[in-house]
């Protein structure tokens, strides 16, 4: 999803002039604490931001950041609230080193997850830039701290398929734990549709239980691209998957989701939760990257320009579900 990153950090000095058009220091998407969404939650870039809640503290991680000369692959911020008050863990960076199997020394970390085992501990999935390929593939890496830091369990990538695997997303279900993933680079010139996929794992979230179900597949429609997927249960019954579709430097990036009576489908296409617009003064461009605290509460990220320009920030909304609909609650 951000094969762009490392653009970030080149952008802020090579287009050191605003447009006019943006002279004023306020961001396309400024929310207020009555708002619903609410944001941006953090003033710097927050992409494909990951959220878990521990006794009342909720933690958040994202896509990597680049400061100067210094990589930080997992950048981690914390709140005792979920729309105030967030601060970023100063100079944390929960994951040091991205493992034998990345590329050094800039792994080029995507849409880190955190998840909290039966035990206690924790592990961390995230996508990284396989050496040989090029292509980015999914691992993971284990700590009995949430913020790390963590090490990889293993000198190989948990899922490294041919066409790369990225934004992983642990999901437990009455005890179970799956991990589900998208596979397959819609931003080659290749038309092969982007899978999101499933894979059930023991309890240490490592090991592999029986195969990977597909759950859905992009469509043309969709703009060839389906990749950033969450689960939640849906309070009335069966599943919701959240999605994103289309790529992430356009404004036709979009919070969709699918419902599902049974945890491997077949799931519905239902259409978009969250697009570029308007919703209750507040102004969304390109949202994308959702993750849950619980089925009420998502976090997400959105442009803070009115386009893309590679700086995306962290919001919050709370929805609500009427059989399979999912809306912003009013
Ligand atoms: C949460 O609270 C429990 C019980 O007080 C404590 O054992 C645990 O360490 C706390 N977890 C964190 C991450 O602070
Ligand atoms: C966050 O703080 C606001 C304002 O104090 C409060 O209304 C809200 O309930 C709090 N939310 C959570 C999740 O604690
Ligand atoms: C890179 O990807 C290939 C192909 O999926 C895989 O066989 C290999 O284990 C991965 N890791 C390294 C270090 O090449
Ligand atoms: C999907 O891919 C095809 C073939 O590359 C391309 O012609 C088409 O414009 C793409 N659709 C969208 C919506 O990007
Ligand atoms: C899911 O869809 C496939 C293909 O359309 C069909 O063969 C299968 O019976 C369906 N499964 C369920 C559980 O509805
Ligand atoms: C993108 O736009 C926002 C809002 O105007 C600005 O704060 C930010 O610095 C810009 N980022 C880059 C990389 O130009």
């Known amino acids: 999803m951000l094969s762009y990153a490392i653009c970030f950090v080149l952008l802020p000095f090579a287009f050191g002039h605003p447009q006019q058009a943006q002279a004023t220091a306020t961001v396309c998407s400024d929310g207020t604490a009555d708002t619903n969404p609410t944001g941006p939650l953090l003033e710097e870039s927050w992409a494909d931001p990951c959220i878990i809640k521990l006794n009342d503290t909720h933690y958040s991680?994202?896509?990597?950041?680049?400061?100067?000369?210094?990589?930080?692959?997992?950048?981690?911020?914390?709140?005792?609230?979920?729309?105030?008050?967030?601060?970023?863990?100063?100079?944390?960076?929960?994951?040091?080193?991205?493992?034998?199997?990345?590329?050094?020394?800039?792994?080029?970390?995507w849409a880190p997850d955190v998840n909290q085992l039966d035990d206690g501990s924790f592990v961390l999935y995230y996508a990284a830039e396989n050496a040989t390929t090029k292509v980015h593939c999914v691992g993971a890496a284990t700590s009995s701290s949430v913020t790390g830091p963590y090490t990889p369990n293993s000198p190989l990538p948990l899922i490294c398929p041919d066409d790369g695997a990225i934004d992983p997303d642990g999901f437990t279900h009455e005890g179970t734990r799956y991990l589900v993933y998208k596979q397959g680079h819609a931003h080659s010139d290749k038309n092969d549709p982007t899978r999101i996929m499933l894979q059930q794992t023991e309890a240490d979230g490592l090991t592999f239980v029986g195969s990977p179900t597909e759950l859905i597949h992009s469509t043309i429609i969709g703009g060839n691209d389906t990749e950033s997927p969450a689960l939640v249960e849906n309070p009335n019954g069966g599943f919701v998957l959240y999605y994103v579709n289309n790529n992430f430097h356009q404004t036709a990036y979009s919070i969709e989701y699918a419902t599902a009576g049974t945890l491997?489908?077949?799931?519905?296409?239902?259409?978009?939760?969250?697009?570029?617009?308007?919703?209750?003064?507040?102004?969304?461009?390109?949202?994308?990257?959702?993750?849950?605290?619980?089925?009420?509460?998502?976090?997400?990220?959105?442009?803070?320009?009115?386009?893309?320009?590679?700086?995306r920030l962290m919001h919050a909304a709370v929805l609500q579900y009427q059989g399979t609909t999912v809306t912003l609650r009013s």
């Not at 994308?288 to 590679?310: K, R, T």
Request: proline content about 6%; some cysteine; charged content about 10%.
């Open 61 to 109: 991680f994202a896509t990597n950041h680049y400061r100067g000369e210094k990589t930080i692959n997992v950048p981690g911020a914390s709140s005792p609230n979920l729309t105030h008050n967030w601060h970023v863990i100063d100079q944390l960076d929960a994951l040091p080193f991205a493992g034998h199997w990345t590329t050094q020394p800039d792994a080029h970390v």
């Open 264 to 311: 491997t489908g077949n799931y519905t296409k239902q259409g978009a939760l969250l697009h570029t617009g308007q919703y209750d003064g507040v102004h969304l461009s390109g949202p994308g990257g959702a993750d849950f605290v619980n089925p009420d509460h998502m976090i997400f990220m959105s442009n803070a320009a009115c386009e893309f320009n590679g700086t």
